[in-house]
């Protein structure tokens, strides 16, 4: 009757610790070859206080709000939307985009806001 129970008590171990171990790691967006995307280059907010963004060809690239500038990642889905992940914020945030000429429009898929950028020259 013990080697049932001490088999039970292996299993239920075995499987927690799979489970610990499966989520460790970081589940930010990974960088990844985004060379294709018209969201590459450095996009300036047109109302004040909002955030500037650079991306680049290697998706990686600068979310900057006033003095305070931090590294993302990201990866345009090639449907109106992309992903990033910042040094403090690792779960994705998921943005759609619009571009029309030099006029880059996020729209925050929860709330709907919607935030104008122009391209830096």
Do not use: H
Not at 42 to 66: C, E, P, V
Not at 71 to 95: C, H, L, N, W, Y
Not at 106 to 120: N, Q, S, V
């Amino acid at each position: 009757m013990k080697k049932p129970v001490r088999i039970i008590a292996l299993v239920i171990s075995l499987t927690a610790i799979l489970f610990v171990l499966s989520s460790c790691g970081s589940a930010g967006v990974k960088p990844s070859d985004q060379s294709g995307s018209p969201l590459i280059g450095t996009w300036i907010a047109q109302k004040k206080g909002d955030s500037d963004y650079t991306f680049n060809a290697d998706g990686t690239g600068y979310l900057q709000r006033g003095e305070i500038i931090e590294k993302i990642t990201f990866a345009d889905k090639g449907d109106g939307t992309f992903e990033m992940s910042t040094e403090r914020v690792q779960k994705p945030i998921k943005q759609g985009y619009r571009i029309e000429g030099d006029t880059l429009y996020t729209i925050d898929p929860d709330l709907g806001i919607e935030e104008a950028y122009t391209r830096k020259q």
